[in-house]
């Protein structure tokens, strides 16, 4: 039987702004009942995580974004070469439908960032994004204000 919901937070700590997608997961632990989990970068098991829910969510920190945040769905993408420094979400995607025959609903909530250099301090701009987040809710997450 499939879950319902995974939230997967994309960054690096120790890369400022890198860090979005962890620091959004940080802030779900004890607030939602969906599976939450961060990791530094995307890898190829990741495709069979994703096989056991209806849909996935991926949340990451993004370069050069006008709007403090977006979200999109995610499609399967045929991959020509694989790198593990450069496996995308749609990648990831596409791995599951290739070895598994099965496509969860996928989306990536991707949220402005600007100082991706080494550091563990999120800029200004990446708080106010991630406070933005917060508040408006894009996931549709029945968010526990008290626990």
Not at 14 to 31: P, T, V
Request: contains cysteine.
């Amino acid at each position: 039987m499939l879950k319902d919901h995974l939230i997967i937070g994309i960054g690096n700590p120790c890369r400022n702004d890198d860090a979005l997608g962890y620091h959004f997961i940080s802030y779900l632990e004890d607030k939602v009942d969906v599976d939450i989990k961060h990791c530094y970068q995307l890898q190829i098991e990741d495709a069979e995580m994703i096989l056991h829910y209806k849909k996935v969510s991926f949340v990451d920190a993004a370069k050069n974004q006008n709007d403090c945040y977006q979200l999109q769905t995610i499609e399967a993408r045929s991959q020509t070469a694989f790198s593990s420094h450069s496996l995308g979400c749609s990648d990831i995607l596409a791995t599951c439908q290739e070895l598994y025959n099965y496509t969860p609903q996928c989306q990536l909530l991707s949220i402005r960032g600007e100082n991706f250099e080494i550091g563990e301090s999120l800029s200004d701009k990446a708080t106010q994004a991630l406070q933005r987040v917060y508040s408006e809710n894009p996931l549709e997450l029945n968010i526990k204000t008290h626990v």
